[in-house]
């Protein structure tokens, strides 16, 4: 499978004509569609890690972001009720732990708002939600919907965004550390301890769906879902452009104050 045959790719999914005889043409699909669809590439991620953005719109960011973060657990809690297999529950009930941390341990949701607090904003403010943008609400809601309308492979299929994280985050902590000088190390711990929980929970999922996608449609579908989860997050980028760069934020949305 090269990058050739893959040209009837649309927004919505690999195309018709696209058919995976066998796992390892899954896999490299799956790696296409990162490389030419994960949200690294879009232009607002560019601006952010190359100083481009002001304190102002930097805390738009985390501030819609929050709303992201605080969802995944929710999102997986939807993904283990699909499953009737005790192991596959047990392999993804960390994720939720990994963001809404346990007892005496603290988690994902908790480092992220210590980016928000650290950037100026009140934690009440971020945790309420009332300032989102519009369509980081709704972009977040149709992935929870997704993973509880889909088939259980294909809600697994729709992380796969993982795989590709990693390489991300190394470049926001390097970009904002570089360039910011309101961010500082002990804010951005969220994406230091992702770069060793990501890996691990993309290998599960990739090994998995190589494993129980067995025919040339279901390996569709997964591909299909990951394609939606890239949707998924450029899309709240696109709302993020429209809002705070190009000017046009909606009413009630959270307003930077002028720096």
């Known amino acids: ?13 690999i195309g018709k004509d696209i058919k995976l005889t066998s796992a390892e043409e899954l896999e490299a699909t799956l790696r296409h569609i990162g490389a030419t669809r994960y949200h690294s ?11 481009k953005l002001n304190k102002g719109q930097v805390q738009a960011w985390a501030l819609n972001r929050y709303y992201y973060q605080s969802t995944i657990p ?30 005496g341990s603290e988690g994902g949701i908790e480092r992220w708002l210590k980016l ?45 965004t993982e795989l590709f994280a990693p390489n991300l985050h190394e470049e926001r902590i390097a970009g904002m550390l570089e360039h910011y000088d309101f961010v500082n190390p002990d804010i951005m711990s969220y994406f230091k301890r992702r770069l060793t929980q990501a890996p691990r929970d993309a290998n599960f999922a990739l090994d998995y ?24 997050l450029w899309v709240q980028l696109d709302a993020l452009q429209h809002a705070y760069v190009e000017g046009h934020i909606p009413p009630g949305a959270f307003v930077p104050k002028a720096s």
Not at 123 to 137: D, M, Q
Request: charged share 25%; aromatic share 6%; proline share 3%.
């Open 1 to 13: 499978m090269n990058a050739a045959s893959m040209t009837g790719m649309t927004a919505l999914s």
């Open 41 to 51: 590439l879009h232009p607002f991620h560019k601006l952010l890690h190359g100083g």
């Open 74 to 103: 929710i999102k997986d809690a939807v993904v283990i009720s699909r499953f009737r297999d005790r192991a596959t529950r047990v392999e993804w009930r960390h994720r939720i732990e990994d963001h809404d941390g346990d007892v």
């Open 116 to 160: 928000t607090e650290g950037l100026g904003l009140d934690t009440a403010y971020v945790e309420s939600t009332e300032g989102i943008l519009p369509a980081t609400r709704f972009a977040v809601e149709a992935y929870v919907h997704y993973c509880r309308e889909k088939s259980p492979l294909e809600a697994i299929a729709s992380s796969l």
């Open 209 to 232: 769906v190589k494993t129980h996608a067995t025919t040339p449609e279901q390996r569709a579908q997964v591909c299909n879902a990951l394609i939606f989860k890239t949707n998924v």
